[in-house]
């Protein structure tokens, strides 16, 4: 199937206000839209224009196990930016620590884990 884009993902966290404030922090991203979801819960959809991240809440509080080791898990998700340093000091301001820097072709990059322990990956392809 050509023309296919990936629109958004889904991911389930212990506070989605907090949540989406970092994602906007960190990405310069917006929140699209927010309100009631499923079971009780709520969502913030935070992105762009063409695509987003729900984040979701009814309410849970333990954490998964790691997701590598779980059929379904989320391993992580990959953020493309164009200035790498300013996004890697905002992750730091933010609280955050940045890990697993590379290099590699075609560009740069390096992850962190939010509060609730999901990975994201930042990566650069401007050099």
């Known amino acids: 199937m050509s023309g296919a884009v990936l629109e958004h993902v889904n991911v389930t966290v212990s506070d989605p206000a907090r949540t989406a404030q970092l994602l906007c922090d960190l990405f310069g991203w917006r929140v699209r839209w927010q309100g009631d979801a499923k079971n009780g819960g709520t969502s ?4 762009g224009e063409d695509s987003y991240v729900v984040v979701y809440s009814a309410g849970a509080t333990e954490a998964a196990p790691d997701p590598g080791g779980v059929v379904g898990g989320l391993n992580h ?3 493309v930016v164009e200035d790498l340093d300013a996004v890697e000091a905002r992750v730091r301001a933010a609280g ?6 590379a290099n590699y072709e075609p560009g740069r990059r390096f992850y962190f884990h939010d509060a609730d322990g999901i990975e ?4 650069s ?3």
Not at 44 to 47: E, I, K, N, S
Not at 120 to 123: G, H, L, S
């Open 44 to 47: 913030y959809h935070v992105g």
């Open 77 to 79: 998700f990959g953020i």
């Open 96 to 101: 955050l620590e940045p890990h697993s820097h």
């Open 120 to 123: 994201v990956e930042v990566v």
């Open 125 to 127: 392809y401007t050099g």
